[in-house]
T-cell receptor
Framework: KAGVTQTPRYLIKTRGQQVTLSCSPISGHRSVSWYQQTPGQGLQFLFEYFSETQRNKGNFPGRFSGRQFSNSRSEMNVSTLELGDSALYLC???????????????FGEGSRLTVL | KNEVEQSPQNLTAQEGEFITINCSYSVGISALHWLQQHPGGGIVSLFMLSSGKKKHGRLIATINIQEKHSSLHITASHPRDSAVYICAGPTRPLQGAQKLVFGQGTRLTINP
């Protein structure tokens, strides 16, 4: 069974640009959550989607947005990039809603964004 | 004060030693995750527990919901256990949306 796939793995952008990151969950998983990891702030929750609906959102500005498609694939977008947006962006999927759900999260390898 | 506090922040030990990493939280967490992150960034979920104790190989996790405290133990530690260990709790009930709050992580180094 394929794991969680994130693309691209690495990217470099300049201030003011926008970026779109993609996350393909494990087949059958309907919940996808996104996280930002920086050396200063550590891991922080961005948002979570379940069956195309955003169920919860972390404390990030409106420049950070996301969506989920009917096949459960998810994208997140950051507009008007700032230097502080340089981070590792991780997504995780889980089989919430499945009777076998044990609470485990399955993480992708992350997308490392550098803003110059 | 962070909602989820881990200790110690850094831990260096010799191969074979018994390792304990602690996690205390102030928010109303109904269950807690223990995660392992190796250099390069990949994160693996080790445990999710809401009560008692769970064991997987040489790893043992315990939680006391009333005292808001959890511990991760590694028996017979090995250099391949070297990683950052992170605890995190959902701020909503288990079956709902998981707005995870993370500890700052414990960097574990096991020397041969």
């Amino acid at each position: 069974k394929a794991g969680v796939t994130q693309t691209p793995r690495y990217l470099i952008k300049t201030r003011g640009q926008q970026v779109t990151l993609s996350c393909s969950p494990i087949s059958g998983h309907r919940s996808v959550s996104w996280y930002q990891q920086t050396p200063g702030q550590g891991l922080q929750f961005l948002f979570e989607y379940f069956s195309e609906t955003q169920r919860n959102k972390g404390n990030f500005p409106g420049r950070f947005s996301g969506r989920q498609f009917s096949n459960s694939r998810s994208e997140m977008n950051v507009s008007t990039l700032e230097l502080g947006d340089s981070a590792l962006y991780l997504c995780a999927s889980s089989p919430q809603g499945d009777s076998r759900y044990t609470g485990e999260l399955f993480f992708g390898e992350g997308s490392r964004l550098t803003v110059l | 004060k962070n909602e989820v506090e881990q200790s110690p922040q850094n831990l260096t030990a010799q191969e074979g030693e018994f390792i304990t990493i602690n996690c205390s939280y102030s928010v109303g967490i109904s269950a807690l995750h223990w995660l392992q992150q190796h250099p390069g960034g990949g994160i693996v979920s080790l445990f999710m527990l809401s009560s008692g104790k769970k064991k997987h190989g040489r790893l043992i996790a315990t939680i006391n919901i009333q005292e808001k405290h959890s511990s991760l133990h590694i028996t017979a530690s090995h250099p391949r256990d070297s990683a950052v260990y992170i605890c995190a709790g959902p701020t909503r009930p288990l079956q709902g949306a998981q707005k995870l709050v993370f500890g700052q992580g414990t960097r574990l180094t096991i020397n041969p």
